[in-house]
């Protein structure tokens, strides 16, 4: 586990074959999730590109930082978390609001973007009275009152 402030949140990460000159790809993680969700991907990647994996400010062993919340808070430490590593171009693979993060990083930093692969995503996911009637959910009931609607929408 690596650990480095990016805009004063602590983001956890894990660069592999950080010095190999091989091309980087950067896994963005969906809502809910840490980094471990790319492990299958890594395990069929490694030899080949440089990774970076991150957890994203609220997730996994990263901090979340004060509200209010905005996605490009997160573009943001992402484009800190790259340079801050010195990654100078690299492929961006976002998954749900991952994708959504990737696609802010090309959008105001292009230069750091030589490539997006976008895995269920959107250039929007839904509104601002979806994700504060989702808050006010899981605030009053915790994560948990959340899985039943998603097993019907989802599956």
């Not at 480095?4 to 000159?21: E, H, M, P, R, T």
């Not at 980094?35 to 990647?45: P, Q």
Request: charged fraction near 20%; proline fraction near 3%.
């Amino acid at each position: 586990m690596n650990f480095v402030k990016i805009n004063g949140i602590i983001l956890n990460y894990k660069l592999i074959n950080a010095d190999s000159g091989k091309p980087v790809i950067v896994f963005s993680n969906s809502l809910g999730t840490d980094f471990r969700i790319w492990d299958d991907c890594v395990a069929n990647l490694s030899a080949d590109f440089a990774i970076l994996l991150y957890d994203k400010r609220g997730h996994g062993l990263s901090s979340l930082g004060t509200p209010p919340y905005a996605i490009d808070d997160h573009v943001s430490d992402l484009a800190g978390l790259i340079e801050h590593l010195n990654i100078t171009s690299a492929t961006i693979c976002g998954l749900s609001v991952g994708g959504l993060i990737a696609q802010g990083l090309y959008h105001k930093r292009p230069n750091l973007v030589n490539g997006l692969i976008l895995c269920d995503t959107g250039a929007k996911i839904g509104d601002a009275q979806m994700w504060n009637d989702r808050m006010a959910i899981v605030k009053e009931g915790g994560l948990d009152s959340l899985v039943d609607a998603n097993m019907q929408r989802w599956f």
